[in-house]
């Protein structure tokens, strides 16, 4: 699978999908939608833990998988960004990680293989979730930790396991904001590579968090990227948190220090004032073409706001370049 990915990102850019929750978001679920079938009688409000869908309403997951394949995307990520217990413990639905992983990884893979006219990837992705190992939550106790190294692994080995076994292709270590994270999550995938002898390739993507150009945690970009590299990673990149027009700068730092792949999937701009995402597919494919004609990637999607619109016009401009040459 490596080999096989490796070299079809020597010969063109691949397209990553957009964003599962503004798709999600066009149905307009209730509290019902996120119970059927298995959590009817939850003590917890679970609506919005769109993590759930792949099990209570699997065939909206499948038509969003199966609308961003046709818009052209090449690889797919699954519906676990919060598919650890830590980020399910907000639900107390701990036990039900290994499930949710799993069915959104099953869910994902049989949509891919509907698809026969060019290979077709789906990777497995792993949120940041919502506690940092290296910032105190409480401002009178700087040294206090939500969550320590180890009980990150521990979250972290229980979904590469899952999504693994629903038959993911590559792991996406996304959104991250806090490289320790990262890190704990890479150790994990490591672990559990080395304990089943079998290796897929891997995606990192950070989040810079503001226009200073830093992660939530301090990191600049160089920085971010000189502290994964002792990994050997499919491809480093950016995502969420800014439009494309403000992630060029940081994507020319990876461009010119990374020997991995690029990648990139910004916003469709920044939230307005009502939490949406106003560029259309347009304006966002116009911003998008400064990273092509540059040659600063080799993987380009789409995160907060984006829809199959949206990745069809960035699959369209992708199509007439030439990906980033890092070997």
Not at 55 to 80: C, L, M, S, W
Not at 89 to 113: G, H, P, Q, T, W
Not at 164 to 189: P, Q, R
Not at 211 to 219: A, H, K, V, W
Request: glycine share 8%.
């Amino acid at each position: 699978m490596k080999e096989n990915i490796e070299k079809l990102l020597s010969e063109r850019i691949l397209v990553l999908d957009g964003a599962m929750g503004t798709m999600i978001q066009r149905h307009k679920l209730e509290e019902i939608d996120f119970r059927l079938g298995a959590f009817e009688n939850h003590d917890k409000p679970l609506k919005g833990n769109n993590d759930l869908l792949s099990i209570t309403r699997p065939e909206i997951i499948k038509d969003i998988h199966r609308q961003y394949f046709q818009a052209g995307a090449d690889i797919v990520e699954t519906n676990t960004f919060s598919g650890t217990w830590i980020a399910q413990a907000d639900y107390s639905l701990e036990d039900a990680v290994y499930r949710i992983n799993f069915e959104s990884a099953k869910i994902a893979r049989e949509v891919a293989d509907e698809f026969t006219d060019k290979p077709r990837f789906v990777a497995g992705s792993i949120g940041p979730t919502n506690r940092t190992a290296s910032i105190s939550p409480d401002v009178n106790d700087p040294g206090f930790r939500a969550i320590s190294f180890d009980e990150l692994v521990n979250a972290y080995k229980q979904q590469v396991e899952a999504l693994m076994d629903g038959g993911v292709d590559l792991m996406l270590v996304e959104t991250i904001f806090d490289t320790l994270n990262a890190k704990a999550a890479l150790f994990a995938i490591d672990e559990v590579y080395e304990e089943r002898g079998n290796r897929l390739p891997i995606m990192v993507s950070g989040t810079i968090t503001d226009q200073s150009g830093r992660t939530l945690t301090g990191q600049t970009t160089e920085a971010f990227l000189i502290s994964l590299s002792h990994i050997p990673l499919l491809s480093i990149g950016l995502n969420c948190a800014l439009g494309a027009n403000l992630m060029r700068p940081y994507l020319q730092i990876l461009n010119e220090k990374a020997d991995f792949a690029v990648s990139a999937h910004p916003n469709a701009g920044l939230p307005n004032e009502f939490g949406k995402y106003d560029e259309t597919p347009e304006i966002m494919a116009e911003q998008i073409k400064e990273f092509l004609e540059e040659g600063l990637v080799n993987i380009i999607g789409g995160c907060c706001g984006t829809t199959p619109e949206h990745i069809k016009a960035i699959a369209d401009l992708a199509s007439k370049y030439q990906p980033r040459k890092w070997k």
